[in-house]
């Protein structure tokens, strides 16, 4: 039974990042942004993405294209998050939790609201006892999602992926499974409650927020990306904020400026919200003497 609502909770997972990190100047026509770096022999190609997509969904162009075929290699935050045997022994592991049951860690009332939202997304209710609060929170706020049409087989990352793969092409990633889940795990109890709390309290909007971050990012409009996820996001879950987005930005401008010194081309796709606002994947390479450019 556990096994069997497990299954929209797994497909949850795969799309966690969009819901959390989606991802300065807006490019000329109405397509995603896609900027770059570079030196003397290298070019390294970065492009936001959002992790689950209505199928759909138009986001390809002249411009990526031509990118992405003159890209050596893709990059991208993770690879084995669409593998179940991958994810799955990741999430027991650090999503579980059989000693306390979530009911003792929420008030009543929340813990009413996030049965009904379960329910009422096809999810038993009791499959969220074993659950610690930031797969809960994950699994109640993507499961809208997912039911509303998006899918993470349509998620840029996904069709990326198998297009350098027909050409023969390469992928590495900047982060490890394990790595990407416990950037949930280690938070603490508090900060993990808080969160589930904001997806309750969001749920309504879940589907139709999803779908304005969409229409934004399809657009280019990285002004509005900005302001409708990392704003608020940096405002009201600061700690959260931090580990998921400016921690991982500078981590990953380290690695991106080590390659940078090698040669060659590269396609780097990260959530979209990895590129927008102050502390994003440009700005920590700026600080690294790094400047990255719009690509026209």
Not at 155 to 163: I, W
């Amino acid at each position: 039974m556990f096994d069997t609502a497990f299954q929209p909770v797994r497909r949850a997972v795969l799309g966690l990042v969009s819901v959390l990190a989606l991802g300065l100047a807006a490019p000329a026509v109405a397509e995603p942004a896609l900027w770059a770096i570079k030196d003397h022999d290298s070019t390294i190609y970065l492009f936001g993405t959002i992790h689950v997509l209505k199928p759909e969904t138009k986001w390809r162009s002249p411009r990526i294209d031509g990118a992405l075929k003159a890209s050596d290699d893709l990059v991208v935050e993770v690879l084995g998050a669409d593998d179940p045997a991958v994810m799955q022994p990741l999430i027991m592991q650090y999503g579980i939790d059989r000693t306390t049951p979530l009911s003792q860690k929420l008030s009543p009332e929340d813990l009413q609201r996030a049965q009904a939202l379960a329910q009422a997304a096809g999810m038993p209710p009791q499959a969220m006892e074993a659950m610690r609060p930031w797969l809960a929170s994950i699994s109640l706020a993507m499961l809208p999602v997912l039911k509303a049409g998006y899918d993470p087989r349509s998620g840029v990352e996904q069709v990326l992926s198998a297009q350098m793969k027909a050409d023969g092409k390469p992928a590495g990633s900047l982060e490890t499974a394990e790595q990407q889940i416990r950037f949930f795990a280690d938070m603490s109890t508090p900060v993990e409650v808080a969160m589930l709390k904001s997806t309750l309290d969001d749920a309504e909007a879940g589907p139709a927020k999803i779908g304005s971050m969409v229409a934004a990012w399809a657009a280019g409009d990285v002004k509005a990306l900005e302001d409708q996820f990392i704003t608020e996001m940096k405002t009201n879950y600061a700690e959260v904020y931090e580990v998921l987005i400016t921690e991982r930005n500078r981590d990953w401008a380290g690695q991106l400026k080590t390659k940078l010194g090698g040669s060659g081309v590269s396609f780097v796709a990260v959530g979209a919200g990895h590129l927008v606002g102050p502390d994003s994947l440009q700005a920590q390479l700026a600080t690294l003497g790094v400047q990255a450019q719009v690509v026209q």
